[in-house]
């Protein structure tokens, strides 16, 4: 007998080898070899939400650098100064000229009327010198030349809108004022247009002299006097010249008040607009990305269980876990390479697109330029959300065991991945959070929005749970149609949870954004007009006012005639601090952005209601006292008994803080961030701001007679119809809704893309299935109309769901973020029901199509 | 019955291994004790019918299962006291198994099927060994090919070449010929048994074929999770 009599000596314990990433990424390719079958899902889920994001940085980059190139041309010369109320002075103009050459324009708003008096209309002069256009050129359609049109005997180059509103041609003679002007050209797109903001009437360009000649000008009227400077020698491309020219207009003209703007950002407001648009349409793209995330976990899923054998032989040829889990990483990253890879060549490609199909609609031309940072986040964002969403599922590889290659072994429905598969999920969570936060230029609506969308996804997860569970527990229906489909709900690997996930959180941001639009929609449109006035009456000289107001009066007895004495002026200091350094909240930032209308009263005005302080006495004279609105003093940072100084007039004025008021904006009432007390303003060279309120139920014939008479009896005065004013905002707001819209619906073809996914993977269960029961003699009927009850009972939960979050949402939304009114619309809803029965119908009964049409045997046979 | 007085090493030692299972129906007793020391260099047999256990023997010598009692030595470790990535480095290192169904990774070809054990060790040689291998079960021309365009004879050789590749001590092999023709059959049990004596491996074979097992130095006979008889071939 030669039974073993010794023992191997123990080992030292097998020690882990160093693997190259090289060689890792070499085995991971070669396993991908398989193909990306089952992959298009995941693939077009990333690349989706890539394009989009990609789509709104490139293009907002695109805007921008035409904003960039462009910007001595928009902005009329290389640096700007712009006040309201007063002219340069002659000190001020040597200081211009010193620095280099300047042109002089001159911006309000007035009326023109025919010399009959039949007709008139709003416009928006704009005053020029010999000088004006410092760059680029203004082209004329028909007339005379720029040049000649407008330094003639008084000559006017207009919009031609102006010619049709008022049905003139060109040569005839219209009134300006107290001037009698002749059109003698029609011009084509200004060039500097956005420079001098949004405009409600059409252009009218005239010379300086001809402006002083119509008497509008007069101590207070609203006119905005804009000095362009070119610098000498090309001086103004350099950045550092265009600082300099800054800093020496500060220390040299301290109290001049002027706005600066230089041709590297010529429009600072328009370019914040688009900068919060393309934070705010990048968070749809993410909620698109994070939506398509489940289809990406769910591909991942899959792949994982199709490659239960290669994993297992491979941990049985001494692939330690931690191994094998790399090597699969390495595979889905490459897989969601090629969706960023392919949404990064959609999103850079488009703006190209736009701007060929809609390059008119937009505001500047836009220039072809890619950012770092556009590419970065949209990358960024495409591969975070891939891994958040694939570890988990990885992480079930490292649970398989190789044992599986010796016996068929039921793999357990739902196995948590190791702790630090956990752990890196939530890290990964926590980083794509931080990233989102850190890009947002208000990082408190980004850690909402993020912290609104986790709630989403673990309510509707919690939902497609619990769905699965009451249909496993559901009583046994006698309806075998019904059976069927409480049981294909209730189904381990079945179509419940991934649905409701995907189509929930889809259709909630419609739902959400479909009703912030309908409530700001039918603020602007429907609500207005009842509670606000007809008329804004801009620059009535003091002394018209009383007859203006017993002209209305006696035009329309019961109108409403409220008046304000009206300055603009800029906020330059708050607490004794610059407010050019200042950080402030963005819902703030306006205040501080270009000047504000001011006012003064002995009383509190009509429509504000005082929160804390008193209100000075009638008779106060003491140091000058201002009333601040109550909500933005939060945001700025002020209480009572600050330091606030404006610039008005070319002075600054400082005054304290002696009580806060709550203004009620939407009443577009004479609404005042700051009221001062008469004693500070009262001898300063003001005209009076006033609002006409007609009854009710006034024709439209009436309430243009007022107008005409108003306009014919006080010809220095502007009138505005409110109306039109909105009309105006409208338009841009419906432009502004559409991108938001479209960038919504992704999401919710992220949503159609998981659903197809998922019908497409629990495919081959129910043809089985279906086999199954036509051996046992179901009619096609019977299966047709089982999976149409599943579907719609699917589709009616998600839609239901995300009704009431989507409502919820955009009800914080409304009312406790924009502070108007929210509006319930139910066709919004309905039409989100629509969606959900019609995608979830068409993509599934696509799926049972086939199911219906498969051949018993092969199956059979097969299994 | 003289036997030559070699002092021989032991390489597994098992002792009094049980191995317990849960199913739908309750626990299920596998093994039900099983004691067994294999010798260095050795071939041993495994048969026994269906559902005695040979398997589930062979995968706690794989370190694939873990024994619900008793000891488990293997290469003078201690598989119990191994958690499953060390068990996973061990088998890598000194234990090549052969399966019935090949279980090749079907989008590698011979030669990277053959190179995945070296490379998971960090070889850096991985390719040049494994063409070697492939070139000794006589696949030196076929070593581009896929799975799916090799026959089955073939897919077992590059089996056999995987699992020789890394030099192992132990050689498991779970009825190696199950799924192949006779004369197929027998040239991968010719080949595996000339590999296992060059190398001086060990070789544990699981079959139900009687002539294959009296092949081996040593056949073990399960039954109901027990060994019934321990049988030692007579020295040539």
Known sequence: MNAPDRMLPVPPPPARPRISLHRLVLIAMRELRAGLNGFYVFIACIALGVAVITTVGALSDALHTGFERQGQTILGGDVTFARMHQRASEAERRWLAAQGRFSETATMRAMARRLDGEEQALIEIKAVDAAYPLAGALPVEEGLAFDAAVSGSPGAAVDPILLERLGLKLGDKMRIGDAMVTVTAKIGDEP??????????????????????????????????????????????????????????????????????????????????????????????????????????????????????????????????????????????????????????????????????????LPIKAALSFSPRSILTGAAYGFFVALLFTLWPL??????????????????????????????????????????????????????????????????????????????????????????????LGAPGGLTQSVVLSLGAGLSLLVAVALTDNSLVSELRSRLPQTSPNYFVLDIPKADYAGLEELVRKEVPGATVVDAPMLRGRLVSLKGLNVELMRVPPEAQWVLNGDRGLTFADKVPEGSVLVKGEWWSETYEGEPLVSFESELARHLGVDIGDQVTVNVLGRNLTARIANLREVKWESLNLNFVMVFSPNALRAAPYTMLATVALPKGIGLNKEAQVARAVGKAYPMVTVIRVKDALDAFNRVFTKVMVAVRAAGSITLLSGALVLAGALATAQRRRILEAVILKVLGATRRRILVSHLIEYVMLAALAALFAVALGTLASWLAVSQVMRIPFTFSTWAVVQALLVATVLVAVFGLLGTWAVLRARPVPYLRAE | ????????????????????????????????????????????????????????????????????????????????????????????????????????????????????????????????????????????????????????????????????????????????????????????????????????????????????AAECERTVRMLDGRIVSDERAVAA
């Open chain 1, 192 to 361: 500097d247009a956005i420079a001098d903001r949004l405009t409600y009437g059409p252009r009218v360009f005239l010379s300086l002299e001809t402006l002083q000649a119509t008497g509008l000008i007069q101590p207070g009227t609203l006119v905005r006097w804009r000095y362009a400077l070119n610098l000498p020698e090309e001086k103004g491309a350099d950045p550092a010249a265009l600082l300099r020219i800054r800093q020496r207009a500060k220390a040299e003209l301290p109290e001049a008040g002027f706005s600066v703007a230089d041709r590297r950002d010529p429009s600072p407001q328009l370019s914040k607009t688009l900068e919060r648009l393309r934070q705010f349409l990048t968070f749809l793209g993410l909620t698109a990305l994070l939506v398509g995330g489940v289809g990406v976990a769910s591909a991942v899923s899959t792949f994982i269980e199709r490659r239960r054998n290669v994993i297992a032989t491979m941990k049985s040829l001494g692939a330690p876990s931690r191994l094998v889990f790399s090597i699969f990483l390495i595979e889905v990253m490459a897989i969601a390479l090629i969706g960023v890879l392919i949404g990064l060549a959609i999103g850079l490609s488009a703006p190209w697109l736009l701007t060929l199909l809609y390059g008119d609609a």
């Open chain 1, 395 to 488: 992480g079930r590889a490292e649970l398989i065991r190789p044992s599986v290659l010796f016996r068929d072994e039921v793999a357990p429905e739902a196995i948590w991945p190791k702790p630090r598969i956990i752990f890196a999920t939530v890290l990964v969570a926590c980083a794509l959070l931080s990233f989102a936060v850190l890009m947002a230029e208000s990082q408190r609506i980004a850690l909402y929005f993020c912290g609104g969308l986790v709630l989403v996804f673990a309510i509707f997860a919690g939902l497609g749970a619990l769905v699965t569970r009451v249909a496993r527990r559901a009583p046994r229906f006698r309806l075998p149609e019904l059976r069927l489909a409480i049981a294909n």
């Open chain 2, 1 to 212: 019955m003289a036997q030559p007085n070699i002092q021989l090493t032991t390489i597994i030692r098992l002792t009094d291994v049980r191995l317990t299972l849960a199913s739908r129906a309750g626990p299920v007793d596998i093994l039900k004790g099983v004691t067994l020391d294999i010798a260095q260099g050795q071939s041993v047999a495994i048969v026994g019918p269906s559902g005695s256990g040979k398997t589930s023997l062979l995968m706690i010598l794989a370190g694939l299962e873990r024994a619900t009692k008793g000891d488990v030595h293997v290469g003078g470790r201690d598989f119990n006291a191994l958690g499953e990535d060390q068990l996973a480095l061990a088998r890598g290192a000194e234990i090549g198994i052969v399966f019935q169904s090949f279980h090749l990774v079907p989008t590698m070809t011979a030669l990277e099927n053959v190179a995945l054990p070296l490379e998971f060790a960090g070889a850096a040689n991985a390719e040049e060994v494994a063409r070697e291998h492939l070139e000794e079960v006589g696949l030196g021309r076929r070593v581009d090919h896929f799975p799916a365009q090799l026959s089955g004879g073939e897919q077992q050789r590059v089996a056999l070449a995987r699992a020789l590749a890394p030099r192992p001590r132990l050689i498991l092999a779970d009825e190696p010929t199950g799924n192949l023709d006779g004369k197929t059959g027998r040239q991968v049990i010719d080949l595996l048994f000339g590999l296992q004596r060059q190398r001086d491996a060990t070789l544990v074979l699981i079959t139900h074929d009687e002539r294959l």
